[in-house]
């Protein structure tokens, strides 16, 4: 008999996460079809197992609704991206330092008069602060926080029809994962917040940086941001869009 693994989320092949991936997945597949790989990994891939480069099996269909969306300019979205479960050790910083930074990126967003803000909160979450899911709450509590922010507007759909309903000019992720392939070849500027701890590989980094606007800390944010509303920078590149999704 033969084993099928199948990649399911972002930054397999790519970081240094990619060490519990090896544990967790590759060696338990004779195959793993994967959306794209480095380049060091083609030259150390795992031992048995052959890994097979098709591509995310969603691609057609997120390309398909989200094709030809014309931006509105004044928008922009943040996109908080979930931090891991206590009982479950991942590569990346501490949870609580990832929450810091949350809501550093929120009251950015809430003093600035350039954009009109949304942050997408998790579906089926919470209103106000009547919370419906607990769970959604342990790994994303920023969506319990963003209530608190006078001038943020709340989105709780999910990411795709988010981005298909406001259309924005900007959109903020604090952390390498799947939404960042998802939305690569948007017409947005994309600005991308990479963690010190699970850093991407240098080829993977090289082609990173002409998509995303790649920045470490919240505050860096502010400068791009500007630059952006007065057309001084543009990043459109598909080349991660094209290798790794």
């Given at each position: 008999?033969?084993?099928?693994?199948?990649?399911?989320?972002?930054?397999?092949?790519?970081?240094?996460?990619?060490?519990?991936?090896?544990?967790?997945?590759?060696?338990?597949?004779?195959?793993?079809?994967?959306?794209?790989?480095?380049?060091?990994?083609?030259?150390?891939?795992?031992?048995?197992?052959?890994?097979?480069?098709?591509g995310c099996y969603k691609e057609p269909?997120?390309?398909?609704?989200?094709?030809?969306?014309?931006?509105?300019?004044?928008?922009?979205?943040?996109?908080?991206?979930?931090?891991?479960?206590?009982?479950?050790?991942?590569?990346?910083?501490?949870?609580?330092?990832?929450?810091?930074?949350?809501?550093?990126?929120?009251?950015?967003?809430?003093?600035?008069?350039?954009?009109?803000?949304?942050?997408?909160?998790?579906?089926?979450?919470?209103?106000?602060?009547?919370?419906?899911?607990?769970?959604?709450?342990?790994?994303?509590?920023?969506?319990?926080?963003?209530?608190?922010?006078?001038?943020?507007?709340?989105?709780?759909?999910?990411?795709?029809?988010?981005?298909?309903?406001?259309?924005?000019?900007?959109?903020?992720?604090?952390?390498?994962?799947?939404?960042?392939?998802?939305?690569?070849?948007?017409?947005?500027?994309?600005?991308?917040?990479?963690?010190?701890?699970?850093?991407?590989?240098?080829?993977?980094?090289?082609?990173?940086?002409?998509?995303?606007?790649?920045?470490?800390?919240?505050?860096?944010?502010?400068?791009?941001?500007?630059?952006?509303?007065?057309?001084?920078?543009?990043?459109?590149?598909?080349?991660?869009?094209?290798?790794?999704?």
């Amino acid at each position: 008999n033969k084993i099928f693994g199948v990649q399911h989320g972002g930054s397999y092949f790519l970081t240094q996460k990619d060490k519990l991936h090896n544990d967790s997945d590759y060696i338990f597949c004779n195959k793993f079809l994967s959306y794209g790989l480095n380049k060091s990994f083609k030259q150390s891939h795992p031992e048995g197992t052959k890994i097979i480069e098709t591509g995310c099996y969603k691609e057609p269909y997120i390309n398909k609704i989200l094709k030809n969306k014309k931006i509105i300019k004044n928008n922009i979205i943040y996109v908080p991206i979930n931090l891991n479960n206590f009982f479950k050790p991942n590569f990346q910083s501490s949870q609580t330092e990832r929450f810091k930074d949350q809501k550093k990126i929120c009251d950015i967003l809430n003093s600035q008069s350039l954009f009109k803000p949304y942050v997408k909160i998790l579906p089926n979450t919470c209103i106000g602060k009547s919370i419906f899911n607990f769970y959604n709450i342990e790994v994303n509590p920023i969506c319990y926080e963003v209530n608190n922010y006078r001038n943020l507007l709340i989105n709780s759909n999910t990411l795709i029809t988010a981005i298909r309903k406001i259309r924005p000019k900007v959109i903020i992720f604090d952390h390498f994962s799947t939404p960042a392939y998802e939305l690569s070849k948007t017409d947005s500027e994309i600005i991308l917040i990479l963690d010190k701890t699970n850093y991407p590989k240098k080829d993977v980094l090289k082609i990173i940086k002409k998509r995303f606007h790649v920045i470490h800390k919240p505050k860096e944010i502010v400068p791009i941001i500007n630059k952006i509303n007065r057309k001084k920078v543009e990043k459109k590149n598909i080349d991660f869009y094209k290798f790794f999704y």
